[in-house]
């Protein structure tokens, strides 16, 4: 073991050189990536030197998610002590379900969980767990919400007309689960949303009593706290209103942004979060902790319970359920996803956090300002958000997006608003200051100025 952490730590040491040298990987075309790389396995073993050999060239040739040019995705940038959790975690491989297999990393799960069901106002009979991801903490609210609906559905299926209800603009996990629950995807109501990307109360109101004249049976309501492309937030307290009075589940899928309980400065953002269900949020977006750290915390511990425990004899042998985790889980086998968020949180302190969330929205001020200053750009973000949408020049966002990419300039992606697409520049990596954001935009003129043809294109294609 000794001598592969030393190997690790040589290729950690040349990935962070080449990093900072050069924080956009040349990419490899698909067709190319097994010729290029000795990616096949054999029946005899590699040599050592081989080995090495090929398993940092792989290293470097890997997508570069945490330099100051990667803005492609709603992750970035790499966190030292959350990434040090992330590394204990693998080395001590526990398994989550039980308090005999994990020890003390059940307190560190649960305090976190605690934690944060205290920051956001849950009541004393609140719990959670961490998912696999966003997209399953989405599922297992929609779970609990389908079993508090009608108790018996988890044993004899699903036999009523069940209706759910999310914005237009949030996440494509919500149809996805609904087929995976047998709910099916032609149940999901997709409210509409006012011209900031936000979900229409009224709208919703109107689905909802619809559908009950029409014998269909809502349960569970979906608001979004940033949605993927514009970054918005739902206003809860409406939503809110009307899931009481249908006595509806709601689940607030803060997968992107609902790190901002976090700042005093932006938890406005979220107001009303104790009046819901469910809250799920993922600490490898926003807060920067490696992939994956998606906690779902409820304020009914009887549905986490009811909807996810399962007997198992040769399971569970010691200890109490409340330290038996596996209990409130989705999985049976769960890796250690506290451990990373636990070691941030430890080293700087719940005002750390909060910093982590200030610095993101000041960058994506900087951003806005810098676009609005400008006047080759438009821009099609609002205040309050992390997500700043632009155009360039009236270049078409995906060949600009593809061009900087191939060329291996800077990774940022595209996306689609009222059939108008634009440039999503997403300030997530909080490691980033003003200079690089600034940068962001040198580097995408600079292309600009040097390709003509983009210019040439933006004709052909209108
Ligand atoms: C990212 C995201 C998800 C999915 O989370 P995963 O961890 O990728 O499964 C769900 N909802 C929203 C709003 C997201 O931004």
Redesign the pocket.
Known sequence: MKKDLALFNKIADRLLKTESEQPVATPIAPEELFNTLDISLKDTPASEAFFEETLEKLVLNTPRTATKLFFNQ?FGGRNSKATLGDLLAVLLNNSMYTYKVAGPQVGIEKEILHKVCDIIGYAKDSDGTFAP????S?FMAMVMARDAFNASIKNSGVSQKLTLYTSSE??Y?IPKNAAFMGVGRDQVRYVETNEKGQMRPEKLEVAVKKDIANGFHPFFVNS?A???VLGAFDEIPPLSVICKAYNLWLHV?G??CGSVIFSKKYKHLLNGLNQTDSFSF?A??MLGTPL?C?IIITQHKKYLNDSFSNDAAYLYQTDGDDYNLGKTSIQCGRRNDALKLWTLWKSVGTKGLEKIVDNQFHLANVARNYIQNNPEYSLFSYEESISICFNYKNIPAQTLCTELYEKGKLMVGYGTFNNVQFIRLVTINSGNTETEILNFFQVLEEFVATNPSLHRREIFEQ
């Open positions: 709603l991801g966003g997209s399953m989405n949030s996440h996990s979004t940033g949605t993927t899928d997968a992107y993922n490898h977006k994956t998606s």
